[in-house]
């Protein structure tokens, strides 16, 4: 257990339709990453928070978004979803702004768009 | 943005033998991580480089900083049956302004028992 915990595990949806992935970090780090993982490719950097403020953005769509609550858990907001959209989403936690730091990985999320 | 190629792709070894992978970057680096992926979890780290030259081992596992900034490499040796995952490298390119981690696309290692 790595202490960075994502929820669900698994989401099936169709396509058009709004998801919301949760990601608890690591105690006492402020810093919460998503990353998309889809077949074949590498992991890409979606967004960044660190303490509640966006810190840096990656390759997001603008249809998807993200937020880093006072509790310092985080949600990435998935909407109008596309086939294309299937994938693992990864959260990962650090103790520090620094994108350059050690990250934490959680679990991920596996969503699959029908 | 900065590019990340990571090779082999995947390979397929027999049980005991070495293994050898590698990630060479477009420009220099600053920090150099190698994470391993199990099937259904998260990226674990294995080994994380800070300088130029470093070379640091972790168990089987050892990964160097090259000299140039601009590629790493990670071995493991007499492997085992669970060494089967993914390999990733990552790094940072602080030069560019930007301190996130870019990721390779990873190794795919298979060991035949």
């Known amino acids: 257990d790595s202490g960075v915990t994502q929820t669900p595990k698994h989401l099936i949806t169709a396509t058009g339709q709004r998801v919301t992935l949760r990601c608890s970090p690591r105690s006492g780090d402020l810093s919460v990453y998503w990353y998309q993982q889809s077949l074949d490719q590498g992991l890409q950097f979606l967004i960044q928070y660190y303490n509640g403020e966006e810190r840096a953005k990656g390759n997001i769509l603008e249809r998807f978004s993200a937020q880093q609550f006072p509790d310092l858990h985080s949600e990435l907001n998935l909407s109008s979803l596309e086939l294309g959209d299937s994938a693992l989403y990864f959260c990962?936690?650090?103790?520090?702004?620094?994108?350059?730091?050690?990250?934490?990985f959680g679990a991920g999320s596996r969503l699959t768009v029908l | 943005g900065q590019q990340l190629n990571q090779s082999p792709q995947s390979m397929f070894i027999q049980e005991g033998e070495d293994v050898s992978m590698n990630c060479t970057s477009s420009s220099i680096f600053n920090t150099w991580l190698w994470y391993k992926q199990d099937p259904g979890e998260g990226p674990v780290l294995l080994i994380a480089?800070?300088?130029?030259?470093e070379l640091t081992s972790n168990g089987r596992l050892t990964a160097q900083f090259g000299i140039t900034r601009k590629d790493s490499f990670l071995n493991i040796s007499a492997s085992i049956p669970s060494d089967v995952g993914i390999y990733f490298c990552?790094?940072?390119?602080?030069?560019?302004?930007?301190?996130?981690?870019?990721f390779g696309k990873g190794t795919k290692l298979s060991v035949i028992p």
């Open positions: 480089l800070y300088k130029a030259g």
């Open positions: 990962a936690s650090s103790g520090t702004a620094s994108g350059a730091n050690v990250l934490t």
């Open positions: 990552a790094g940072t390119d602080s030069g560019a302004g930007s301190y996130q981690l870019t």
